[in-house]
């Protein structure tokens, strides 16, 4: 891991092998709690390569006039438009009025962009909040990195047990973050993350990596290991591998992958390696009940 700080202009992270450089200017960077999610992703130097280099001007949000609107995502706050050749994303506060408070202006490829935040009212004068500014927009531009031939953002917990990626995915209180609990006081266990964590493809195998979004078990990790099964989780009376139809498993994926519904080329590479994740990797749902048997029920069906 980096011994960089958080707060020093420029920051470099790597998420799932994807490179990101990070300057600003007019502003300085809140020292915040949450920071320390970022802080396993890191790297000082050590980066080989970057796939997008940000700058973040803290100050009055440029006035623009699109071309064209090509997706509306405004009940999660946030719109995309074409502007001379470039996307520009729209984020609005999530509190009434919902005012916009972060632009951001991307090259087509998305290997560069100026990223323009309003300075918050509880924050210092120009300071601003690397969480805020990078939730959603970095996990909209992950998602867009990765649908270059490479991978998949996933609602989901990812679990290395001994070596082994699991990935158990699911809706929201289908039990990920209960599960992820269950997990901790194991040893040669390591908690990946317990809401967006990513599927990446290197030749016929699939790896598991995590992000800095937790979910409800505030934990994540930088690690990166090699996906062996995938359990689609639901409550039951007792713990049980449940086979089930591939279309049915596939269906269940594809609820909980986070799709680039604005760029029909992007969505066909995300679909279609979702469609072959289930084909390739061993896929089930898993019912359980909620005590740490389940642990080691999967541990002897592994």
Known sequence: MSKRRIGRSPLQFSIA?????????????????????????????QQRRTDARLRVRCGPLPRVKPE????????????????????LFEFFHTKPPHRRW???????????????RRPDKTYPRK?????????PFGELLLVNLLSQGRGILVHGLAVCDQ?????????????????????????????LGDERVVVTRLGEQFWLSGTPWPGGGFTVSHDTVPLRRIFCLEHGPRNALIP??????????????FLPFW???????AMGLGEELVRTVPTCRLAFVNDARVIAFLRQKN
């Open 127 to 135: 300071a601003w909040s690397l969480t805020q500014l990078m939730r």
């Open 263 to 269: 760029n029909g080329e992007a969505l066909a590479f």
């Open 244 to 257: 089930d139809a591939y279309l049915n498993l596939y269906g269940l994926l594809f609820q909980q992958i």
């Open 68 to 87: 064209a609107m090509i997706f509306d995502a405004l009940n999660n706050r946030w719109r995309l438009f074409r502007v001379n050749g470039q996307y």
């Open 102 to 116: 972060q632009v951001a202006f991307m090259a087509s490829d998305f290997s560069s962009g100026e990223l323009y």
């Open 17 to 45: 092998g994807i490179g990101i450089e990070l300057a600003w200017e007019g502003g300085g960077l809140d020292k915040e709690p949450t920071h320390i999610y970022y802080e396993p992703f890191l790297v000082n130097g």
């Open 163 to 191: 070596g082994e990626g699991l990935l158990f995915i699911g809706r929201s209180g289908a039990g990920k973050s209960t599960l992820a609990n269950l997990y901790k006081p194991y040893s040669g266990v390591s908690i």
